[in-house]
């Protein structure tokens, strides 16, 4: 059993910034890709950030420039820095994660934590 705990979200105003972060337990030897997606109301689920197990990264072209992915491998945890926030990165924020376990590579997501962003 795989557990994402995440944390951080919350009501912010534009411009400000928030730090996301998501924390995976339970049974797993390695951990491969670490993300952050985010599902706003009304539509479908999108990438926002990807960190590598080497720590190679990418972002979509909407948060370049304003987002920061970052892992802490003995932890076993993700971040995300969002900084400049807009009313338009309002959305449910998921943790996504890739990993080596009994039954092999797996995935799993995270209940998600909700980001308001007011104008």
């Known amino acids: 059993q795989v557990q994402l705990v995440e944390s951080g979200g919350g009501l912010v105003q534009s411009g400000e910034s928030l730090r996301l972060s998501c924390a995976a337990s339970?049974?797993?030897?390695?951990?491969?890709?670490m993300a952050w997606y985010r599902q706003a109301q009304g539509k479908q689920r999108e990438l926002v950030a990807l960190?590598?197990?080497?720590?190679?990264?990418n972002y979509a072209d909407s948060v370049k420039g304003r987002a920061t992915i970052s892992r802490d491998n003995a932890k076993n945890t993700v971040y995300v820095q969002m900084d400049s926030l807009k009313p338009e990165d309002t959305a449910v924020y998921y943790c996504?994660?890739?990993?080596?376990?009994?039954?092999?590579?797996?995935?799993?997501w995270g209940q998600g934590t909700q980001v308001t962003v007011s104008s």
């Open positions: 996504y994660v890739v990993a080596s376990t009994v039954l092999g590579p797996k995935s799993f």
């Open positions: 339970g049974s797993i030897f390695t951990i491969y890709n």
């Open positions: 960190i590598a197990m080497g720590g190679s990264t």
